[in-house]
């Protein structure tokens, strides 16, 4: 049972990962359009665009509900990144601890 257990959170472990390099470049496509670096009517470009706003707005839509923009500049990004890696760091590790110890 070890070997699934370890498995799932090894894929768990690698979705966050790829959740977190979504947000980071999401959020340095938005620095690039806002200051005119490159535009969406490259056809690659928009498509890039529009999937990383479709996986990474259903996860920062509450925090930007919550959390003011300060100056114009959205923080929330910021506070998922933090938290993707707080989940990283000590709850997954944690869990995984647990179910091995629980299961055997």
Do not use: C, E, K
């Not at 509450?62 to 993707?84: A, C, M, T």
């Amino acid at each position: 049972m070890a070997p699934i257990i370890n498995l799932v959170f090894f894929i768990l472990n690698a979705l966050l990962n790829l959740l977190w390099w979504a947000i980071i470049i999401s959020a340095v496509l938005s620095w690039l359009f806002a200051f005119d670096v490159i535009n969406r009517r490259n056809q690659f470009v928009y498509n890039v665009a529009t999937f990383l706003d479709r996986v990474t707005d259903p996860i920062l839509a509450p925090f930007r509900r919550i959390i003011p923009s300060i100056g114009g500049v959205d923080i929330s990004p910021i506070i998922v990144l933090l938290l993707l890696q707080g989940i990283q760091i000590f709850i997954l590790p944690a869990l995984q601890n647990t179910l091995l110890n629980v299961l055997g």
